[in-house]
């Protein structure tokens, strides 16, 4: 299968050891990341990523819309009372900020936001790829971490799950985020753009009725 380990992330041991292994693993090369905030994977100073991403070659990463329903269903699916709506948005819009200083530096740094709630979390640096799941009810830092590393093992479940990336990062129904203007970006199957929508309240509003 591929699967190279799978820890508790409770161990501050273990914790240690799997930032390192991420750092040797992504500085200077490139990112892919399905997450849900970003906040606790690289925004923080002392997350994982925080140095990996302003160290990295290429990033592509994909966030929850701070707007969208998607947005709302995870955060209110999360019993602890200090994870409400309202800092579920500001850890996103914080985590959509330090990409935008990046990319300021010229940092090669692409940012796609999707409305539906999240299922797994994907990172894949190197021959590594990293994966735990948003199980419902459960913040993500309590869940295991898998990780699974490249190889011309057919079974290997890396090449499927980097499959799962590849195709959320082409659908065309995702729209990148703009970081001169806030807009969201659409565009076709051919990647020319279609139309641009701002980052607006309404939407968000719009979709908490239904929650």
């Known amino acids: 299968m591929g699967l190279v ?41 002392e997350s994982d990523l925080h140095h ?6 290429e990033a592509k990463i994909m966030l929850l819309n701070p707007f969208a329903e ?14 409400t709506l309202e800092h579920f948005r500001e850890q996103i819009i914080k985590s959509v900020d330090f990409l935008k200083n990046l990319k300021v530096l010229q940092k090669n740094i692409q ?16 021959d590594y790829l990293f994966m735990k799941y948003y199980h419902s009810g459960l913040n993500v830092q309590e869940m295991p971490e898998y990780i699974f590393r490249h190889s011309a093992n057919h079974s290997s479940l ?11 990062w082409r659908d065309p129904t995702i729209p990148e985020y703009d970081f001169d203007t806030d807009e969201l970006v659409y ?25």
Request: glycine content about 6%; some cysteine; proline content about 5%.
């Open 5 to 45: 380990l799978a820890a508790q992330t409770k161990s501050f041991r273990l914790r240690k050891q799997l930032k390192k292994i991420k750092e040797q693993q992504g500085i200077a090369k490139d990112v892919f990341l399905i997450g849900s905030t970003g906040c606790n994977t690289f925004a923080n100073p």
């Open 52 to 57: 990996v991403i302003q160290n990295c070659r």
């Open 70 to 83: 998607g947005a709302c269903l995870r955060a209110k699916s999360i019993p602890d009372p200090d994870i």
């Open 111 to 126: 940012l796609k936001l999707y409305e539906e709630p999240p299922l797994f979390k994907l990172l894949v640096l190197g």
């Open 158 to 168: 890396f090449h499927p799950l980097y499959q799962v990336f590849l195709s959320k």
């Open 187 to 211: 565009r076709d199957n051919s990647g020319n753009e279609v139309k641009r929508e701002g980052l607006a309240e309404t939407t968000f509003n719009a979709a908490c009725v239904k929650c």
